[in-house]
């Protein structure tokens, strides 16, 4: 997991509250990455991107928001939290082609 | 779509015995396949990846794949199995040309003494 952190590591949240994941990188890749992780289901992509200023939608974008200000920063936003986006979040990151490497996941519960 | 199965979401094997798990793709056209691994309470980690340059692959602690284009395969192996080695594994595969990577749902490993 070294270069890449994730803030905050466990949060429990409200029905309606909002909440920012960060994850930060110090490796200078261009790409970075947010999944979820539900038991299971393996880990599905909610949103990407492939450079600073950039993002896209994954396979489970619903309720969920991105941004990528600076290129060492992923921004995951969500806007009014339901139980169904109770999970761990992973943020990953890489090169084109190449191994994507994986922050140390945030728990999130939303009661 | 490209899809990962992992066949069996559990696997128990005694220490010191082979670990054999399994993972198919489907794609007509031969991805990036990758195998991580995930200790409880931590983030996913490379042991391993195929990028058509050779058919067996090493990994970290002796884990090893072999890309079978004729079974769509990429099954993980070790010879002899630690107890350190329980965790849970997922297969991955990536498209030439995509950046994104499609998970197995997962493989979990339990090591027996």
């Known amino acids: 997991n070294a270069g890449v952190t994730q803030t905050p590591k466990f949060r429990v949240l409200k029905t309606g509250q909002s909440m920012t994941l960060l994850c930060a990188q110090d490796m200078n890749h261009e790409y970075m990455y947010w999944y979820r992780q539900d038991p299971g289901m393996g880990l599905r992509l909610i949103h990407y991107s492939v450079g600073e200023g950039t993002t896209a939608k994954g396979e489970v974008p619903d309720g969920y928001n991105v941004s990528r200000l600076k290129k060492q920063n992923f921004l995951l936003g969500l806007e009014s939290a339901a139980p169904s986006q109770t999970s761990v979040y992973f943020c990953?990151?890489?090169?084109?082609?190449?191994?994507?490497?994986f922050g140390p996941g945030t728990r999130l519960l939303v009661l | 779509a490209q899809s990962v199965t992992q066949l069996g979401s559990h696997v128990s094997v005694s220490e010191g015995a082979l670990v054999l798990l399994r993972c198919n793709y489907s794609s007509s056209v031969p991805p990036y396949l990758f195998w991580y691994v995930q200790y409880p309470n931590q983030g996913l980690q490379l042991l391993l990846k195929?990028?058509?340059?050779?058919?067996l692959v090493k990994g970290i602690n002796d884990f090893e794949a072999e890309f079978k284009k004729s079974e769509t395969s990429f099954h993980l192996t070790k010879p002899s199995a630690h107890m350190s080695d329980a965790a849970e594994y997922f297969c991955?595969?990536?498209?030439?040309?995509?950046?994104?990577?499609?998970f197995g749902k997962g493989t979990k490993l339990t090591v027996n003494p």
């Open positions: 991955a595969a990536r498209k030439g040309g995509s950046e994104k990577l499609v």
């Open positions: 195929y990028t058509s340059a050779a058919t």
């Open positions: 990953a990151i890489g090169t084109f082609q190449e191994t994507q490497y």
